[in-house]
Nanobody
Framework: QVQLVESGGGLVQAGGSLRLSCAAS????????MIWHRQAPGKQRELVAA???????NYADSVKGRFTISRDNAKNTVYLQMNSLKPEDTAVYYC?????????WGQGTQVTVSS
């Protein structure tokens, strides 16, 4: 069983930056796809960024050029660097690991961007 714990959320002004971390209790393997999702109040959860074991990345159009996902398998940690934050980035951000047919989720971390 893998546990994921997110950290790094908080309150930031528009234009600012935050770095989210997702630490796994067990090892992160190269087969694992690591994904950041977010859910704003009253909206559906959406994929923000994903990274494969080989380092291939995918981003939502709304965050391209502003957010960067990375992983450090040796530290069992995935990061989401968020720059040029906008009020519309306000949401709870969730870390998700896909290992084969199994999904693991973190508890989420709140990101609030003030205008």
């Amino acid at each position: 069983q893998v546990q994921l714990v997110e950290s790094g959320g908080g309150l930031v002004q528009a234009g600012g930056s935050l770095r989210l971390s997702c630490a796994a209790s067990g090892s992160i393997f190269s087969i694992d796809v690591m994904i950041w999702h977010r859910q704003a109040p009253g909206k559906q959860r959406e994929l923000v960024a994903a990274i494969t074991g080989r380092g291939s990345t995918n981003y939502a159009d709304s965050v391209k050029g502003r957010f960067t996902i990375s992983r450090d398998n040796a530290k069992n940690t995935v990061y989401l660097q968020m720059n040029s934050l906008k009020p519309e980035d306000t949401a709870v951000y969730y870390c998700n690991m896909k290992r084969g047919y199994t999904d693991y989720w973190g508890q989420g971390t709140q990101v609030t961007v003030s205008s």
